[in-house]
């Protein structure tokens, strides 16, 4: 079942997330043209609302940086690690997939490859690898610590945090939602702010794979940025968490 539930929230988060890219990026959609903040909040929404549905069953995790940097801190099942990251890579290809269908007749009117590359994978502002680096780092770093500190107001400090009971009702789901928000909009600029390697490399396969008209390359040579990154940001800010304020 917490294979399963990863597995769909993922998917719902690439379905909402890569959708409001699509919609702002692709020619003739009835949002083209909305701009970041339009992306933003998009992203936000996505997380509370693939939180929501599958919090109580799996955590929600829905990304490897969190569920490795939960686990360098003990606070996560080394052994379900391998399971949840499965999960969550096909369900984020799988919602690229759906993105791609739900988007099917705006393709072939939209010239710029790099904007169909944006709907499912994110690309540096201005390539300059240490530098994109570092800003996942930092992003993914804040994530993680965030979601640790709404789970601390929930579970006692020096308790182990529950994400399924964290997420399984209430506001917490709404709260990391605009936790990720805040990140688009503050540090989202310089990387577009994968801060999820499930959320990148997924849909970049399925991007890779797709019959998508006028597509370029799925540019691999900057894919382990993404998917390196947050994960080093996930175990970072798992061990602020836990070095300072974990008790």
């Not at 791609?100 to 709907?119: I, S």
């Not at 997420?167 to 936790?179: E, M």
Request: proline letters at 6%; aromatic letters at 8%.
């Amino acid at each position: 079942m917490v294979y399963v539930a990863e597995f769909i929230g993922t998917m719902i988060l690439i379905l909402l997330g890569g959708g409001v890219v699509a919609g702002v990026v692709l020619a003739k959609s009835k949002a083209h043209a909305g701009g970041w903040i339009v992306i933003t909040l998009g992203w936000g929404m996505a997380v509370a609302m693939a939180v929501y549905t599958v919090g109580q069953y799996s955590g929600a995790h829905i990304n490897p940086a969190v569920t490795i940097g939960l686990t360098s801190i003990g606070e996560f099942d080394p052994k379900l690690v391998p399971g949840y990251i499965a999960a969550q890579i096909a369900g984020a290809f799988t919602g690229a997939v759906l993105v791609y269908l739900a988007y099917f007749a705006h393709w072939k009117h939209t010239d710029d490859p790099d904007a169909k590359l944006a709907v499912f994978s994110t690309a540096p502002a201005v390539r300059n690898i240490p530098a994109n680096f570092t800003t996942e780092v930092i992003g993914t770093a804040m994530l993680v610590l965030g979601v640790l500190g709404i789970g601390s107001n929930v579970n006692p400090i020096g308790q182990e945090t529950d994400l399924a009971l964290l997420f399984g009702s209430g506001i917490a789901p709404l709260l990391v939602g605009l936790l990720v928000l805040g990140i688009g909009l503050s540090l989202g600029g310089p990387t577009g702010y994968a801060i999820n390697p499930a959320r990148d490399l997924g849909p970049r396969i399925a991007h890779a794979i797709l019959p998508i008209p006028g597509k370029g390359g799925s540019d691999w040579s900057y894919a382990w940025v993404p998917v390196v990154a947050p994960i080093v940001g996930g175990v970072i800010g798992a061990q602020v968490f836990n070095l300072f304020l974990g008790g």
